[in-house]
């Protein structure tokens, strides 16, 4: 028991930052990112024994987390009207530029179709590979290769749209 509470710590300690950004990207909720983290870690702690490679822990937890955040799906019955948008606060003059960047790059990679996407947090936020990331979604790594070039195209395409879209207001 000693020993697998050792590793069990280890895992936790390495890799709980990696997992709660994965998570954050994923839901955009500071809470449920930490919960989703929390379950994954308790399913981790359960199967721990099934883990036989501790170079494989960092995907295998990914996957698990993965798993989690569909479980929450399944289990929420989702009651939505058309008065539950989210509410804009707009904050903006205390907000640094850096940050006004940051949330234009979270909703424009929110609004990539999920083949996209996913792949894309995987690399950019858990910073696996494209074995690892073809290895973890089921897919060809060439596939993967393929969706991540697509992603980062439709970002630079959706940066130059912006971009001349404001040169036509300054200069209108």
Same mark, same amino acid.
């Given at each position: 028991m000693a020993s697998k509470q050792t590793r069990y710590e280890a895992l936790v300690?390495?890799?709980? @930052? =990696?997992?709660y950004r994965y998570a954050f990207w994923l839901v955009h909720d500071k809470h449920i990112a930490e919960d989703l983290v929390q379950e994954t870690f308790l399913r981790a702690w359960k199967a721990l024994d099934s883990?036989?490679?501790e170079k494989a822990a960092k995907s295998w937890l990914i996957t698990i987390l993965r798993r989690e955040n569909a479980r929450? $799906?399944?289990?929420?019955? $989702? =009651?939505?009207?058309?008065?539950d948008e989210p509410t804009i606060i707009d904050n903006i003059s205390s907000t640094t530029e850096q940050e006004i960047e940051n949330q234009w790059l979270r909703e424009k990679i929110s609004k990539l179709d999920v083949d996209y996407r996913e792949p894309l947090i995987l690399q950019v936020v858990a @910073? $696996? /590979? @494209?074995?690892?990331?073809? /290895?973890?979604? @089921?897919? &060809?790594? &060439? +596939?993967?290769? +393929?969706?991540?070039f697509r992603a980062r195209n439709q970002l630079r395409d959706a940066l130059t749209r912006e971009e001349r879209i404001n040169k036509g207001l300054a200069n209108g």
């Open positions: 300690k390495a890799l709980h @930052g =990696d997992l883990l036989k490679d929450r $799906f399944e289990r929420k019955q $989702f =009651d939505m009207s058309e008065y @910073g $696996f /590979s @494209g074995e690892e990331i073809a /290895s973890l979604l @089921g897919l &060809n790594k &060439n +596939t993967v290769m +393929t969706r991540l």
